[in-house]
């Protein structure tokens, strides 16, 4: 080799230097060119996770691959989670799928020096639904998780979630069924069960007669029932077998006179009385030990009405004709701390917050704000919604379809119909977020379902 080709060669691994040194460290601190504005601009992060992990990573339809695997030809993909590093900034249609799931899509923005997160996201199976018992057609959640009363046409059984065993199997047909707050013992019309036997503890109609009606669980005593008999309310002692007259004081007895005993609901030793009048509605709080009114106030509302079977320690009041929720204050100086409209039904997420729906929409109305936030519209009418234990989705059910909704609005709400064209009466959501139940029928065959979601 000549000594000019050696200085030739030295003088171009020179400027090789110089010319790719600063581009690579460019590089390592995130600028790249950008091939539509022809400038040196500074990278974003796309930081991306979803459970179950190893679902395979689409950037604008393009599978993303390491430099490692581009450089050697290897083909794998990249797999969650990942950190996908030195993206030019814009709009991403981002896509994450695994087989056996549903995939997840969204169009993301990666900005400047910033990174982009999506680590919340669930991939749910794509999964047939299991039948676990024939011929039912709604269910009753005991209070502690441990057991649910399915509802059949000619019995009720009582089923143990985890093992799918039935633990006991009650020969009634079942109007309204109860549990007591010790989840041992449950009311199914007019009679007292037990977990322990299929045989009735108390038929309430020999106990006390024809005339009680609507029966409840004293919210944390459950040896005490209380029913309304002739406009009045009575507890019944399942210990002794006694019942005593719930007797109100006479300047309130005054206030409602002719009024209609509409509902009532007993929380923390206080029973809350909704008598319906022609001018509305007056609502008494009685304190039983005490023998006192505590709170008396007026409503505009309909005289159908329902209290609501929460169980976090609100008390709340539905006008069924006017789809109005009316919650209540226990205590501080307004009785009556927000009045929701269209309202069907709803399901408390923590105190402060409150997941609603009605026969258009799903909203979440948080109470400490005094403020409601729709999440999404339809044109038919929703029958049921819930919390996904995760936090990051909603679960809900139409007439003919069990649907997912993400809450990242980014885009929009992300939605999967799990089941179409199925009747759902109701459902629950495991608290393992692993699968749901839900009575229902599919293909023509009532029962209650298992549906893995993970």
């Known amino acids: 080799m000549t000594h000019r080709t050696r200085r030739m060669l030295y003088l171009t691994f020179v400027a090789a230097f110089f010319i790719i040194t600063p581009l690579v460290i460019l590089y390592a601190n995130g600028?790249?060119?950008?091939?539509?504005?022809?400038?040196?601009?500074?990278?974003?992060?796309?930081i991306l996770d979803t459970k179950p992990q190893g679902a395979t990573i689409s950037l604008n339809n393009q599978k993303q691959e390491s430099l490692v695997n581009q450089f050697f030809g290897l083909g794998s993909s990249i797999g969650t989670p990942a950190k996908i590093k030195n993206q030019i900034p814009g709009e991403y249609l981002v896509k994450m799928?695994?087989?056996?799931y549903w995939p997840?899509?969204?169009?993301?923005?990666?900005?400047?020096?910033?990174?982009?997160?999506?680590?919340?996201?669930?991939?749910?199976?794509?999964?047939?639904?299991?039948?676990?018992?024939?011929?039912?057609?709604?269910?009753?959640?005991?209070?502690?998780?441990?057991?649910?009363?399915?509802?059949?046409?000619?019995?009720?059984?009582?089923?143990?979630?985890?093992?799918?065993?039935?633990?006991?199997?009650?020969?009634?047909?079942?109007?309204?069924?109860?549990?007591?707050?010790?989840?041992?013992?449950?009311?199914?019309?007019?009679?007292i069960f037990s977990l322990a036997t299929d045989t009735p503890l108390f038929d309430l109609n020999k106990t006390i007669g024809k005339n009680g009606t609507n029966f409840k669980w004293h919210d944390t005593d459950s040896n005490t029932?209380?029913?309304?008999?002739?406009?009045?309310?009575?507890?019944?002692?399942?210990?002794?077998?006694?019942?005593?007259?719930?007797?109100?004081?006479?300047?309130?007895?005054?206030?409602?006179?002719?009024?209609?005993?509409?509902?009532?609901?007993?929380?923390?030793?206080?029973?809350?009385?909704?008598?319906?009048?022609?001018?509305?509605?007056?609502?008494?709080?009685?304190?039983?030990?005490?023998?006192?009114?505590?709170?008396?106030?007026?409503?505009?509302?309909?005289?159908?009405?329902?209290?609501?079977?929460?169980?976090?320690?609100?008390?709340?009041?539905?006008?069924?004709?006017?789809?109005?929720?009316?919650?209540?204050n226990l205590s501080g100086y307004s009785p009556l701390a927000d009045t929701i409209n269209n309202y069907s039904g709803g399901e408390w997420v923590g105190k402060n917050k409150?997941?609603?729906?009605?026969?258009?929409e799903i909203s979440v109305y948080e109470t400490d704000l005094k403020q409601k936030n729709i999440l999404t519209r339809l044109g038919k009418p929703i029958k049921q919604a819930s919390w996904h234990p995760s936090g990051n989705y909603i679960i809900y059910t139409t007439d003919g379809s069990l649907t997912t909704l993400e809450l990242d609005d980014r885009e929009k709400h992300l939605t999967i119909?799990?089941?179409?064209?199925?009747?759902?009466?109701?459902?629950?959501?495991?608290?393992?977020?692993?699968?749901?139940?839900?009575?229902g029928t599919i293909d023509s065959s009532p029962g209650f379902y298992n549906l893995q979601l993970q």
Do not use: C
Not at 97 to 100: R, V
Not at 147 to 169: C, F, G, M, T, Y
Not at 273 to 283: H, L, P, R, S, Y
């Open 225 to 328: 029932v209380f029913y309304q008999q002739d406009n009045q309310l009575f507890s019944f002692d399942t210990l002794s077998g006694t019942s005593r007259k719930i007797s109100l004081p006479e300047q309130t007895n005054n206030s409602v006179k002719g009024a209609k005993l509409a509902d009532y609901s007993i929380s923390n030793g206080i029973a809350y009385f909704a008598f319906a009048k022609n001018a509305g509605v007056q609502i008494i709080g009685y304190d039983i030990d005490t023998a006192k009114t505590v709170r008396e106030f007026h409503l505009n509302a309909s005289n159908e009405l329902a209290f609501t079977d929460w169980t976090n320690g609100s008390i709340g009041l539905v006008d069924k004709k006017n789809h109005d929720l009316f919650i209540f």
């Open 417 to 439: 119909d799990l089941l179409k064209g199925q009747k759902i009466n109701s459902f629950y959501i495991k608290p393992d977020a692993k699968s749901l139940y839900f009575a």
């Open 104 to 191: 997840w899509e969204k169009k993301l923005q990666i900005l400047p020096g910033q990174s982009t997160y999506a680590e919340d996201v669930i991939l749910f199976k794509k999964a047939l639904p299991e039948k676990i018992v024939g011929d039912t057609t709604d269910y009753i959640i005991s209070p502690d998780s441990n057991h649910l009363a399915l509802i059949a046409k000619n019995s009720i059984e009582i089923l143990d979630p985890l093992s799918l065993a039935i633990v006991v199997k009650y020969p009634v047909q079942a109007k309204t069924v109860r549990w007591s707050p010790d989840s041992k013992n449950l009311i199914v019309n007019k009679q």
């Open 97 to 100: 799928e695994k087989p056996g």
């Open 354 to 360: 409150l997941l609603i729906w009605s026969d258009s």
């Open 31 to 46: 600028y790249q060119l950008n091939p539509n504005k022809r400038t040196l601009t500074i990278t974003g992060m796309l």
